[in-house]
């Protein structure tokens, strides 16, 4: 498939058939993650492949993904945003759970960061992010190359995933990324309209 045609096609997905992913896809796509840029060369990436209901509920659990959640609320928090972000939002974070349960694979990227987060202070310090993404770009698009596609979610208690999953503490977790085949009523919600050529500037800022 033509690169082009992969970049249009993937979508953030959070309602997943109940189809197993093949373990050749999976090798393909982290292959491919694998090839991307990384600032030093070294690809210190890791990848946590989770399918038993164990390992997701204590994803949950550390998380905190189990207490309910008020639409009302939601809507109130939401309510000055922009309507794209706001439906985007209002969609997400009530399938948070269950996105985590249903899909057939969940995907946990790990790096080695340069400086632990509490002391980066500067941009040069997130080499080590901007890589990781680079490498989860490539992961979701070849993914997308075989119809199967997946939501990032960022984890908010890192340490605690790190116990119960015993990743290494020197370790970061860039991204929880539940990835399935599309359900048939998945709800696919429409990205802003940019214009390209106002986002461009020769030379300097305009």
């Known amino acids: 498939m033509e690169l ?10 959070r309602d997943f058939k109940d189809e197993d992913i093949s ?5 393909y796509a982290i292959e491919n993650a694998f090839k991307a840029p990384s600032y030093n060369h070294l690809r210190e990436w890791d990848f946590i492949i989770v399918k038993s209901l164990e390992t997701k509920l204590k994803l949950i659990e550390s998380e905190n993904l189990d207490k309910e959640i008020s639409i009302n609320e939601l809507t109130k928090v939401f309510e000055n945003e922009e309507l ?3 439906e985007m939002y209002l969609d997400a974070i009530p399938k948070q759970k269950k996105m985590i349960l249903n899909a057939p694979v969940v ?13 980066v202070d500067r941009i040069y310090d997130l080499n080590c992010v901007a890589s990781a993404w680079c490498c ?4 979701l698009l070849s993914l997308a190359e075989h119809d199967v596609y997946g939501v990032t979610y960022i984890p908010q208690h890192t340490d605690k995933i790190k116990e119960k999953l015993d ?5 970061e977790i860039a991204a929880i990324i539940p990835i399935g085949y599309k359900a ?7 990205q802003k309209e940019i214009n390209i050529a106002g986002r461009v500037h020769n030379e300097r800022w305009r």
């Open 107 to 119: 995907v946990i990227v790990v790096f080695r960061p340069k400086k632990t987060i509490e002391k």
């Open 136 to 139: 989860i770009e490539n992961l």
């Open 84 to 86: 794209i972000k706001k």
């Open 167 to 171: 990743i290494p503490e020197e370790l």
């Open 184 to 190: 048939e009523n998945a709800k696919i919600l429409k």
């Open 23 to 27: 373990t050749e896809i999976l090798k």
């Open 4 to 13: 082009r045609k992969v970049i249009e096609k993937r979508r953030t997905v």
